[in-house]
């Protein structure tokens, strides 16, 4: 005859009021942990550091370990992982009329405008002579490559030039544009621009400008002067976004542009963005804050203590490096992100 099989002798004992709120805690740490990442990703940046021979005014990373910027008005200084190259001369003009705007396709190759209608080009050693695309009245306001065969510049008149590798085209208008601002070209024969003056974003493509949307641009409550859009950058010809005036960011996911996201509070200021080809872009104001939009996701602001000065610049060859600029000599670097 089988025997028995033994009696299992189970604790029943209720858990103690400890046990109990140690649980409670690990719940709660939890629930928090899976709720972070819809604020999306933050980034690791360095403190503060400056460079010897003037204030920045423009910075274009290409790669992960090499970005050129304009310092001094008139120089250019070239960054290889953590190392500045000495000054290099951009061209001898005043310094209301110096060089502002930068895009770089790669570390030996960049553009830039000056305040006389002229573009440049460099070559990892000099700057080209200046070659008159505009008018200076018309004052070139941003510049954009996707090769060293393809660029366009807009101006506040509302016109526009492309680059073919060859030759500049002369500028015509951009639709009805009044004024634009800034603009970003992703890809060859693509590119997208944002008018000052109105909500309007223009793409080009086919050879030819049409309006991309109305962002329906509104004044904050309680706001007396109206709203407009400030900077825009573009990772692919399927992914931008484009900020306004007073802290808000709309997003294009190549068919239609998104209602206006609140990324931040600054009123009646100036940003400036860097979006990547991997859906990620990061945006600095003149509020001292850093803000990444990780495919969608946006990270709460990160405060970088620019020394009393303000920050103007942003590029991102990646996520996992960026730089950004004050209006003085000083940067930031990030090399490693956080969640």
Known sequence: MMAPLPLLKCDRRLPSHR???LAAVALLALALASCTPARGSSLSWTERQTIVGGGFDAVACPTAGSCVALVGSVQSRKLNGTTWSASTP????SRSDASSGLTCVRATWCATFDGLGRVLTYDGE???RPVQVDTAAAQI???SC???DFCAIVDAD???AIYNGVRWSSPTAVVDSSGLVAVSCPSTGVCFAID????EVFRY???KWKLSDDLNLSTPQGGSEPNSLAAISCGSRSFCVALDAFGEAFTYNGKDWSGAHPFDNLKNGSAALSCTRALACVAVDDNNNAVVDDNGAWSAPYHLDAAGTLLVGVSCASLERCVAIDGQSGYFITDAMKN
């Open 19 to 21: 046990a109990l709120l």
């Open 90 to 93: 951009v061209e001898q003009v």
């Open 126 to 128: 000099h700057w080209s």
């Open 141 to 143: 306001t941003g510049i």
């Open 146 to 148: 996707a090769t060293s």
């Open 158 to 160: 509302g016109d526009a």
């Open 196 to 199: 000052v003056q109105s909500d």
């Open 205 to 207: 493509a086919g050879g």
